[in-house]
């Protein structure tokens, strides 16, 4: 049964167009659900290994979760949130917590301030995914930048950045470029239309790692391996992260990305006391 399931898969896969098969992966977006948390538990597991580094953690693209918290709840967490639906979620959520440490920001980030900006809901983002049904509501919201909002509240360091703002991560990091370099221990941020970009912007300052989750994994092991080159399928894809070389750059932009298959990237400052990144690596579950 499980082979005849695969085949169907492969079937499906081969004859869906590539818009299609974006949309599916887009609104499934490789998580695999705890409790009511949208995180893959890959990726909480790997905060929870870095745990006792953390004293302030930014989180933008909050959306409705606490996981961090939950997993650690000793520390500065500044939540970046633009929907309205999300906040009251949030708002009702901290207002159980016993005294926490928690500044819930009611706008978005980006790489200039802006006033009476349109946030798609259905999109989740200040632009719009065309794969989603979007419109526009009325609601207004601000923009503003991480380089103002460091001066304005006086962070001196930030330990883990956080970036999940569907398609304006490296919009967000430009708007703080120079505080993310010599201020953030850990970066972690969603691509969807290429990562090369972020390597020329970052590699120089953070030793980045594809992040692995079973979705992906999935697709790499079965879809994308006929066009993978000799070295890139010598690499253990098993593993929740692996180093961002040149083929594994090539291995997101040139396959995963046509075939509509986004994903994250951890960065680890090259500045940060020494982290052995066997501390934060363990296999990833096959579906």
């Known amino acids: 049964m499980k082979k005849f399931k695969k085949k169907i898969k492969k079937y499906l896969s081969q004859r869906l167009p590539e818009s299609v098969k974006y949309f599916i992966r887009k609104i499934l977006k490789f998580v695999k659900p705890v409790g009511n948390t949208k995180i893959p538990i890959e990726e909480l597991k790997i905060f929870e290994l870095l745990k006792d580094e953390m004293s302030v953690v930014f989180d933008v693209g909050a959306r409705e979760d606490l996981s961090f918290y939950k997993i650690k709840n000793n520390c500065s967490y500044h939540l970046f949130e633009p929907s309205t639906e999300s906040i009251t979620s949030l708002k009702k959520q901290i207002a159980l917590l016993d005294n926490p440490d928690i500044i819930v920001n009611e706008f978005g980030l980006s790489d200039r301030k802006e006033n009476d900006c349109i946030y798609y809901e259905e999109s989740q983002s200040f632009t719009i995914n065309p794969y989603v049904k979007s419109v526009n509501t009325g609601k207004r919201y601000s923009l503003r930048t991480l380089d103002e909002y460091i001066v304005e509240h006086n962070i001196i360091h930030i330990d883990f950045l956080k970036i999940d703002a569907e398609g304006l991560d490296y919009r967000i990091i430009m708007g703080g470029l120079e505080a993310v370099k010599t201020k953030v221990s850990f970066i972690q941020f969603e691509y969807w239309d290429g990562v090369k970009k ?6 120089d300052t953070f030793n980045l790692y594809l992040m692995m989750v079973p979705g992906l994994l999935e697709v790499i092991l079965e879809d994308a391996t006929e066009h993978m080159t000799k070295s890139q399928k010598q690499k253990d894809y098993i593993k929740s992260v692996i180093s961002l070389d040149k083929d594994i750059v090539d291995l997101i932009d ?15 400052s090259k500045n940060t006391n020494k982290i052995d990144v066997s501390k934060i690596t363990f296999d990833v579950d096959q579906k």
């Open 198 to 203: 972020f390597v020329d912007l970052l590699g």
């Open 254 to 268: 040139r396959i995963l990305i046509p075939m509509g298959c986004g994903g994250n990237i951890l960065g680890i």
